[in-house]
């Protein structure tokens, strides 16, 4: 049987290129205890990412840059690349 899911997403771009993202999801087949925090400064959508899993519930806050990374030059991608 596939997982059902239901979940409930917020993205606002603050200043720049920086964006906020938050959302909540409901995974009714895989209850579980997770929590994860990474910051990174390069790559595509660096920034702060927290993920927290409790039970079914499952919470994510992120303040990334929403630009992409050009991994062959080590820079962000221009416009239109």
């Known amino acids: 049987m596939g997982t059902i899911m239901m979940n409930r ?3 606002r771009r603050l200043w ?12 009714f ?3 579980d ?6 910051f990174n400064t390069r790559g595509d ?7 927290l899993q409790l039970g079914r ?3 994510e806050f ?8 050009n991994w062959d030059e080590n820079r962000w991608c221009l416009q239109g690349e």
Not at 62 to 69: A, E, L, S, Y
Request: glycine content about 8%; hydrophobic content about 40%; proline content about 2%.
């Open 45 to 51: 959508h660096a920034g702060l990412t927290t993920h």
């Open 9 to 11: 997403y917020f993205n």
């Open 62 to 69: 992120n303040i990334i840059d929403d630009r992409h990374w």
């Open 16 to 27: 720049g290129h920086k964006s906020l993202e938050m959302g909540v999801q409901c995974d």
């Open 57 to 59: 519930l499952f919470l």
């Open 29 to 31: 087949n895989e209850p």
């Open 33 to 38: 205890v997770d929590f994860m925090i990474r």
